[in-house]
């Protein structure tokens, strides 16, 4: 489906460079790599070597005084200089990274950039992650990466801290914004799509964070026990996708321990799965001081004089190449244990090969300057600017419209008012590169599209805003939650006087969904003035400004619509503004699961069978408040006549379908067909379903299109404890529809077995 952007069209960014760089048309000669880096190597004294093994921290603004030896960095944050100018500034470091080297290598410079780069502080900034997997759309995805990818390559970042390929299976936890949802096959999909562009411009895309970065409760970095086929079959997929068919040439472990062992020192990861059983070939960089087990996993050799040398020695045995974040005090340490004998001189070689190898296919050892003609050109230009509104509006996601409300005829609009904690603020969400001018808040874009002088602001407390919104056709509240790294939500529910968020805080804190001294983010009491502004009657379109699922049931019954903007980018604002007079069509789909209450946690498409038949309460219903894959637009559709291309297909052979898709409305839409897996025979317990494969289809009103999908093995097998995969034979249901409950299309297939039995795969060539 996707393929990697031909050599010819990286010619613009740099000369040798192309040859060097793996795509579809061509890769560079394995041998002449080896021999190449095998060549470095030799000419390496030890403290060289070591250097490529350490990472240097440069983050703050102000010239460096030098630079040490090291493998790679992270620029500045500068956003107060023209593109040219940090492009310059950018190579004037490369300089004396190379100077400072007896052989002239160059470092890795690597960047933060889920949406949007951040070193230079005026790049575009996308919609965040779980906004792009809202949009079911690899292709739009693989559009956004490429624009990210062009303005990261053009200032000369060449490794980037992206994807988050982590699946988000509590809502609770903070940094489910970063993820790309629930779903390993939509994460998969949308990853690859990500991480092509990125590979295909020479930049290493540091997937992470390998494998699970929170445990119960939504507890960032909590340590997990799964069982191995588990993580083969659901956790594994995202990263086993972008680093055999996206070409991802960089791994990042998560934080946490898993089954004991933290993942940093865990060679069975690392090693065993990572390059033996997948045949990665880049670098494994261990994420921000992620390396220092002893402080965390109170792991610690007893009397060891220097611990902090014994985690960084461990971690490398395991796996681990690169430890990032500021390292470099390390060099010396590992040239004095390389000359006691406690660091072997062939683990040197191997890890100092492995970056340098990854240099040499990415193509930095012989064009690692930034571009600063192409910077001028492509950074925050007119182009990218577009593509943001076009991926806001394709990520917005609309999950109520009671008896129609939407969209808002801005003729008969005489006036609207605006209310919530996030009406006049742009929330670009997690690792973004900083508010600018430029960018577009709820109000602001509500204010150019209907008219400044029809858009109120409706602030103070509840009583105030229900007298302010007196004659006001409609109220658009922009609700929110505190979220993000390290700030997990144990209560699920939308912030108000009425729930323990509120209640149970000291005075100071106020207004705040979590208790945070140092960095409070008032919420108010929303609750209160979503209840108060219904409660007069005028129509109430709830949009909330989050990264992740919040409990509405204090609220649902006085609003008339719900959607989520998540955090859009910036262009949000914008987007809402389209999306809600009806230019445009909320284009999202739930790319997670939306419980009904924090009871229900966790929850999500692909559950497994239960003992009794199915989940359920006692004292609650067990179906979601929103489905996976639910959304909804403004006009109305119609699947029918599914047909399977065979009945019956070996173990192996692709399972060919098709579906005619009807736009039945008065107006154009887009409608995302999904494709459901329950297989009904297989050797181990197997999810009651679970999606396999998407399609985005827009279409004018009335018109009608019958779409093909393809399932292969990979869609229908399973994976044992060694990762070994399986194709049981026996009958395969499809289910076709728009969301992981409204299915109406179902077909079955019958596999046969291959060889006269299941088929078995090594899980290294998937």
């Given at each position: 489906?996707?393929?990697?952007?031909?050599?010819?069209?990286?010619?613009?960014?740099?000369?040798?460079?192309?040859?060097?760089?793996?795509?579809?048309?061509?890769?560079?000669?394995?041998?002449?790599?080896?021999?190449?880096?095998?060549?470095?190597?030799?000419?390496?004294?030890?403290?060289?070597?070591?250097?490529?093994?350490?990472?240097?921290?440069?983050?703050?603004?102000?010239?460096?005084?030098?630079?040490?030896?090291?493998?790679?960095?992270?620029?500045?944050?500068?956003?107060?200089?023209?593109?040219?100018?940090?492009?310059?500034?950018?190579?004037?470091?490369?300089?004396?990274?190379?100077?400072?080297?007896?052989?002239?290598?160059?470092?890795?410079?690597?960047?933060?950039?889920?949406?949007?780069?951040?070193?230079?502080?005026?790049?575009?900034?996308?919609?965040?992650?779980?906004?792009?997997?809202?949009?079911?759309?690899?292709?739009?995805?693989?559009?956004?990466?490429?624009?990210?990818?062009?303005?990261?390559?053009?200032?000369?970042?060449?490794?980037?801290?992206?994807p988050v390929l982590n699946l988000s299976r509590d809502p609770r936890w903070g940094r489910t914004e970063e993820t790309y949802g629930e779903s390993p096959r939509l994460a998969a999909d949308i990853g690859v799509a990500y991480v092509k562009p990125f590979r295909a411009r020479g930049i290493a895309t540091a997937a992470k964070h390998m494998i699970a970065n929170y445990g119960?409760?939504?507890?960032?970095?909590?340590?997990?026990?799964?069982?191995?086929?588990?993580?083969?079959?659901?956790?594994?997929?995202?990263?086993?996708?972008?680093?055999?068919?996206?070409?991802s040439l960089a791994v990042t472990p998560c934080y946490n321990s898993i089954n004991g062992l933290p993942t940093h020192a865990n060679p069975w990861l690392l090693t065993t799965v990572l390059r033996q059983l997948w045949g990665f070939e880049g670098i494994v960089a261990a994420d921000y001081n992620a390396w220092l087990i002893h402080d965390t996993h109170r792991l610690i050799a007893p009397g060891d004089p220097d611990p902090r040398l014994d985690d960084v020695?461990?971690?490398?045995?395991?796996?681990?190449?690169?430890?990032?974040?500021?390292?470099?005090?390390?060099?010396?340490?590992?040239?004095?244990?390389?000359?006691?004998?406690?660091?072997?001189?062939?683990?040197?070689?191997?890890?100092?090969?492995?970056?340098?190898?990854?240099?040499?296919l990415l193509g930095v050892l012989d064009q690692p300057f930034a571009d600063p003609d192409q910077a001028e050109k492509v950074m925050h230009c007119a182009e990218h600017q577009a593509l943001a509104k076009r991926a806001a509006v394709a990520g917005l996601t609309l999950l109520r419209n009671d008896e129609k409300l939407l969209p808002l005829n801005p003729e008969k609009i005489r006036r609207l008012g605006v209310a919530g904690p996030h009406a006049a603020k742009v929330k670009l969400g997690g690792y973004s590169r900083g508010v600018l001018p430029t960018d577009v808040h709820p109000l602001a874009g509500l204010q150019r599209r209907f008219g400044a002088e029809r858009v109120v602001h409706l602030t103070g407390t509840p009583d105030e805003m229900v007298k302010a919104a007196a004659g006001c056709d409609a109220v658009i509240y922009c609700a929110g939650v505190k979220e993000g790294e390290a700030v997990d939500r144990a209560r699920f529910d939308l912030p108000g006087a009425d729930t323990p968020e509120v209640r149970d805080q000291p005075p100071e804190a106020a207004g705040t969904a979590i208790i945070d001294k140092k960095k409070q983010d008032p919420l108010g009491n929303q609750v209160a003035e979503i209840r108060a502004l219904g409660a007069t009657?005028?129509?109430?379109?709830?949009?909330?400004?989050?990264?992740?699922?919040?409990?509405?049931?204090?609220?649902?019954?006085?609003?008339?619509?719900?959607?989520?903007?998540?955090?859009?980018?910036?262009?949000?604002?914008?987007?809402?503004?389209?999306?809600?007079?009806?230019?445009?069509?909320?284009?999202?789909?739930?790319?997670?699961?939306?419980?009904?209450?924090?009871?229900?946690?966790?929850?999500?498409?692909?559950?497994?069978?239960?003992?009794?038949?199915?989940?359920?309460?006692?004292?609650?219903?067990?179906?979601?408040?929103?489905?996976?894959?639910?959304?909804?637009?403004?006009?109305?559709?119609?699947?029918?006549?599914?047909?399977?291309?065979?009945?019956?297909?070996?173990?192996?052979?692709?399972?060919?379908?098709?579906?005619?898709?009807?736009?039945?409305?008065?107006?154009?839409?887009?409608?995302?067909?999904?494709?459901?897996?329950?297989?009904?025979?297989?050797?181990?317990?197997?999810?009651?379903?679970?999606?396999?494969?998407?399609?985005?289809?827009?279409?004018?009103?009335?018109e009608q299109r019958t779409i093909t999908m393809e399932l292969g093995p990979d869609h229908l097998g399973w994976y044992d404890a060694d990762?070994?995969?399986?194709?049981?034979?026996?009958?395969?249901?499809?289910?076709?529809?728009?969301?992981?409950?409204?299915?109406?299309?179902?077909?079955?297939?019958?596999?046969?077995?291959?060889?006269?039995?299941?088929?078995?795969?090594?899980?290294?060539?998937?």
């Open positions: 489906m996707y393929r990697f952007v031909s050599i010819s069209s990286l010619r613009r960014f740099c000369g040798i460079v192309a040859a060097l760089l793996i795509s579809s048309a061509a890769a560079p000669a394995a041998d002449a790599i080896d021999q190449r880096v095998s060549d470095l190597l030799a000419r390496m004294s030890v403290e060289e070597k070591a250097g490529q093994l350490v990472h240097y921290c440069r983050d703050k603004d102000g010239e460096p005084d030098a630079i040490p030896l090291a493998s790679g960095f992270r620029p500045p944050v500068r956003g107060k200089f023209s593109p040219r100018e940090y492009a310059e500034f950018i190579n004037g470091l490369q300089r004396q990274v190379m100077d400072g080297s007896p052989n002239h290598i160059p470092a890795l410079i690597h960047d933060e950039c889920l949406h949007g780069a951040t070193a230079y502080g005026r790049a575009t900034s996308f919609p965040q992650s779980i906004a792009l997997a809202a949009s079911f759309d690899p292709d739009l995805v693989g559009a956004v990466a490429s624009a990210i990818a062009e303005e990261e390559r053009s200032i000369g970042v060449r490794m980037v801290c992206a119960d409760g939504g507890a960032d970095s909590a340590a997990v026990f799964i069982e191995q086929s588990e993580l083969h079959n659901v956790w594994f997929k995202p990263f086993r996708a972008a680093l055999h068919e996206g070409g020695l461990r971690c490398y045995r395991a796996g681990m190449d690169l430890p990032w974040h500021d390292s470099a005090w390390l060099r010396p340490r590992i040239v004095t244990a390389v000359q006691e004998g406690r660091f072997p001189v062939a683990l040197l070689d191997t890890v100092a090969g492995r970056v340098l190898r990854t240099k040499a009657g005028i129509p109430v379109v709830l949009a909330l400004v989050a990264g992740s699922p919040v409990g509405l049931a204090p609220v649902e019954s006085s609003v008339r619509a719900v959607m989520t903007t998540w955090y859009g980018g910036e262009a949000a604002g914008t987007a809402l503004a389209e999306v809600l007079a009806g230019d445009a069509e909320p284009g999202g789909r739930l790319p997670i699961t939306w419980p009904r209450h924090g009871g229900q946690i966790p929850i999500y498409h692909d559950l497994y069978p239960s003992g009794r038949g199915r989940i359920h309460y006692g004292d609650l219903e067990s179906s979601p408040r929103f489905p996976f894959g639910f959304g909804l637009g403004y006009t109305t559709w119609t699947l029918s006549n599914l047909t399977v291309e065979a009945a019956m297909v070996q173990a192996g052979e692709p399972i060919r379908l098709s579906v005619d898709v009807v736009n039945t409305g008065k107006r154009a839409g887009s409608q995302v067909v999904q494709v459901y897996v329950a297989q009904r025979v297989a050797a181990r317990v197997l999810p009651l379903q679970r999606l396999e494969v998407f399609r985005r289809v827009d279409l004018a009103a009335g990762g070994v995969r399986h194709i049981d034979p026996g009958m395969v249901e499809l289910r076709v529809g728009t969301s992981a409950i409204h299915l109406p299309l179902t077909a079955t297939v019958t596999v046969g077995p291959a060889d006269g039995g299941a088929l078995k795969k090594n899980g290294g060539t998937p």
